[in-house]
């Protein structure tokens, strides 16, 4: 079981993602976005050791982005490395995804 | 050295699909004139048809698979096999079509069809088998 680390602070829920959002993880990932939605709609998922991501991840994403639509809130993602990247780009994710270079960069104006 | 052949087999559960990161690495590790983004974009290939095969896959957690990796000068060809009823849900026209932005599913195949140069389902006898090609620039 994937344990994810979120921090609340300023009334931004930063999540850190593993090395893999994949399948196996899926479902507990869409519960550790809801859990952060309950404490600040305004969501960041920290992408930085993540190597690898597939459709079942990005699917968890979106399902977050609306949840955190919802709340009145947003997702942003963060740290995004060169697989993630692409996945995001070839299903053109990265139009309602952008990524952002860092947490702090995420963060900035919100 | 190319030509080579990797072959793991498991069971369709997530748990077991999480040794097919690990072939792929070694393979990668093996094999230095892969390039890193075609072995990557191979690997997020491979992931997706795998997890077909667990999510489709029936009767559920019954379902064994046969994995065989080979390695050429240019190219990356595997072979997935497994137990399973025929799938029903392969369209080889419709494959390459990626669901729009707000969808949470579909984005698995066609994410396939589009870092592969060849993908291929047959039904073999009492098989199910994925073909996967990925190539490049010797």
Not at chain 1, 75 to 98: F, Y
Request: net charge negative; charged share 25%.
């Amino acid at each position: 079981m994937t344990e994810w680390q979120t921090d609340v602070s300023d009334g931004v829920a930063v999540i850190v993602c593993p090395a893999r959002v994949s399948m196996a993880v899926a479902a507990s990932f869409r519960d550790a976005i809801a859990a952060a939605v309950a404490q600040a709609p305004k969501v960041v998922v920290d992408l930085g050791p993540t190597a690898f991501i597939d459709s079942s991840g990005l699917g968890a994403l979106v399902s977050g982005l609306k949840t955190c639509r919802q709340a009145g809130g947003d997702l942003r993602i963060a740290g995004a490395g060169e697989q993630v990247r692409t996945v995001l780009r070839l299903t053109n994710l990265d139009r309602i995804l952008r990524p952002q270079d860092t947490v702090e960069d995420a963060r900035r104006d919100w | 050295m190319t030509g080579e052949h990797y072959d793991i087999e498991g069971l369709a559960v997530p748990r077991d699909m999480e040794q097919l990161h690990d072939l792929l690495e070694r393979a990668s590790t093996e094999h230095p004139h892969i390039p890193a983004s075609d072995v990557m974009m191979f690997e997020t290939a491979v992931m997706e048809l795998a997890n077909n095969v667990v999510e489709h896959g029936r009767p559920v957690g019954q379902v064994a698979w046969r994995f065989s990796l080979e390695v050429s000068a240019d190219s990356l060809t595997a072979r997935l096999a497994d137990s399973g009823e025929e799938y029903a849900g392969w369209d080889a026209a419709a494959s390459h079509d990626m669901p729009g932005e707000m969808a949470e599913s579909g984005r698995g195949l066609p994410l396939a069809s589009a870092v592969l140069d060849e993908l291929d389902y047959q039904r073999d006898g009492a098989s199910n088998v994925w073909t996967m090609v990925r190539r490049w620039q010797a």
